[in-house]
């Protein structure tokens, strides 16, 4: 089955940049997504169309696209921004959705 | 406003059948797909499956497929996870998803549903 891969863990300091990437073979035909999840809540949708930002997403969050990788930047972190991020899109039929694995950011 | 409500906890024994449900409102229930995805204790998402409730027109994860059934009541606004034979694996919070109206990528979320499955 299709899978999407993300590093378990991204460390960064306030007021850096995070990066936190996804790969999988089917990306440069889908588009991809980007939630974040903070404890006991509902993901969030951050990201829709691999670069598009959803509705209330401060601008320092932005998605780019390059092959088989896509990559969320934070900008400017701040401590706010320590969550659980993941990555969705779905296989070359673009039938069933995969989400990746997830990728815990913590602001140090 | 789109709102998607979802049922309260459940604690059931394996073996025993179990519905869940979410009663969408704020919107044209019957025009928009309705999801599941699940999420085991301290573990990431995993996507359970879809419905169209227009038509029934029904997809699921492979890793789902014969193990859950999705179903929605048009009448009621209401989609359902169903299992008939529950297992301590499916133990998870159940979210309730919805594409945004004008794009893919779920933009609305259910509160959740705890499920837990224990002798």
């Known amino acids: 089955s299709y899978e999407l891969t993300q590093p378990p863990s991204v460390s960064v300091s306030p007021g850096q940049t995070a990066r936190i990437t996804c790969s999988g073979d089917?990306?440069?035909?889908?588009?991809s997504y980007w939630y974040h999840q903070k404890p006991g809540q509902a993901p969030v949708l951050l990201i829709y169309k691999d670069s598009e930002r959803s509705s209330g997403i401060p601008e320092r969050f932005s998605g780019s696209s390059s092959g088989t990788t896509v990559t969320l930047t934070i900008s400017g972190v701040q401590a706010e921004d320590e969550a659980d991020y993941y990555c969705q899109s779905t296989d070359n039929s673009g039938t069933y959705w995969v989400f990746g694995g997830g990728t815990k950011l913590t602001v140090l | 406003e789109v709102q998607l409500v979802q049922s309260g906890a459940e604690v059931k024994k394996p073996g025993e059948s179990l519905n869940i449900s979410c009663k969408g409102s704020?919107?044209?229930?019957?025009?928009?797909?309705i999801g599941w995805v699940r999420q085991t204790p301290g573990k990431g998402l995993e996507w359970v499956g879809i419905i169209y409730p227009g038509d029934s027109d029904t997809r699921y994860s492979p890793s789902f497929e014969g193990q859950v059934t999705i179903s929605a009541d048009k009448s009621i606004t209401t989609a359902y996870l169903h299992w008939s034979s529950l297992k301590a694996s499916d133990t998870a919070m159940y979210y309730c998803?919805?594409?945004?109206?004008?794009?893919?990528?779920?933009?609305?979320w259910g509160q959740g549903t705890l499920v837990t499955v224990s002798s």
């Open positions: 998803v919805r594409r945004h109206d004008t794009y893919w990528g779920f933009a609305y």
């Open positions: 089917a990306l440069p035909k889908q588009y």
């Open positions: 704020g919107y044209s229930f019957t025009t928009n797909w």
